[in-house]
């Protein structure tokens, strides 16, 4: 059984999730998105615990999570 890679991002990291996705897939690798789907402001710990919570319950094996942080 293959195990999917897991990956996540919040609203400002999705260009960059959509892009490493397609990647992911023409190199064959299975990949299970937790998320966002739209642009619209959320708070990534939301897809973060989606995405823990999976590999805790022998879903993925592992995960790509990405979000932006502005500093100051």
């Known amino acids: 059984m293959t195990k999917h890679l897991g990956v996540a991002s919040d609203h400002a ?3 960059l999730k959509r892009f490493l996705v397609a990647e ?3 190199r064959s ?3 299970r998105d937790f998320g966002t ?3 619209e402001s ?3 710990p939301d897809f973060a615990h ?3 919570h999976a590999i805790e319950g022998g879903e ?3 995960a790509i999570r ?3 942080a502005e500093q100051a």
């Open 50 to 52: 989606a995405v823990a």
């Open 24 to 26: 992911l897939e023409k």
């Open 37 to 39: 789907t739209t642009d």
């Open 29 to 31: 690798v299975a990949v």
């Open 13 to 15: 990291g999705l260009d």
């Open 42 to 44: 959320c708070d990534y």
């Open 66 to 68: 990405y979000w932006y």
């Open 60 to 62: 993925i094996a592992r």
